[in-house]
T-cell receptor, first 114, second 115 residues
């Protein structure tokens, strides 16, 4: 099992450019999440999905869109990148959203917007 | 406001020594508390998950304690190893949040174990 994988690992964008981050999991998990991690701050939830075809907003959703067309994949899109979106992005998945269900994280994507 | 505060921010210890990391939280209503280990350049990995009815949980050389009355938790690392060098993140889950567990992440304690 590869667990949770993320593509790409690193990316540099210019302001205004768009890109899509791909997250894939092979654990048959229903729930998937996108977080961002910034220096001096805890991880913050951007969007999440409770199953194939569903998405929901998290704590900091502005400037991002997501899609969950297949159960194993969760895509995070930036339509017009801004320097404030420079961050490390983590995808996670869990079997359910039950209160003590463990979340498994991917290795992260480091994004720099210039 | 739901907050999770960790101390110290960073810590350096000698290999073989023990250490204790602290976590205070204001998340309410409380559901669960997790400790994660995050190696540099990697994603967080779960160490322990505790609910309000559990006051201690171990995972090898890692032992987490929880005092839900005072809203404090600690992570004790015994006989530290160089591989324990990482950030340790305290995460608190909120109850009654509908379809998905809402987690509040601390900023982490960066531990460095040296020879």
């Amino acid at each position: 099992n590869a667990g949770v994988t993320q593509t790409p690992k690193f990316r540099v964008l210019k302001t205004g450019q768009s890109m899509t981050l791909l997250c894939a999991q092979d654990m048959n998990h229903e729930y998937m999440y996108w977080y961002r991690q910034d220096p001096g701050m805890g991880l913050r939830l951007i969007h999440y999905s409770v199953g194939e075809g569903t998405t929901a907003k998290g704590e900091v959703p502005d400037g991002y869109n997501v899609s969950r067309l297949k159960k194993q994949n969760f895509l995070l899109g930036l339509e017009s990148a801004a320097p404030s979106q420079t961050s490390v992005y983590f995808c996670a998945s869990s079997y359910t959203g039950f209160r003590i269900d463990e979340q498994y994280f991917g290795p992260g994507t480091r994004l720099t917007v210039t | 406001k739901n907050q999770v505060e960790q101390s110290p921010q960073s810590l350096i210890i000698l290999e073989g020594k023990n250490c204790t990391l602290q976590c205070n939280y204001t998340v309410s209503p409380f559901s669960n508390l997790r400790w994660y280990k995050q190696d540099t350049g990697r994603g967080p990995v779960s160490l322990t998950i505790m609910t309000f009815s559990e006051n201690t949980k171990s995972n090898g050389r890692y032992t987490a304690t929880l005092d839900a009355d005072t809203k404090q938790s600690s992570l004790h690392i015994t006989a530290s190893q160089l591989s324990d060098s990482a950030s340790y993140i305290c995460v608190v889950g909120k109850a009654n949040t509908g379809t998905a567990s809402k987690l509040t992440f601390g900023t982490g304690t960066r531990l460095q174990v040296t020879l």
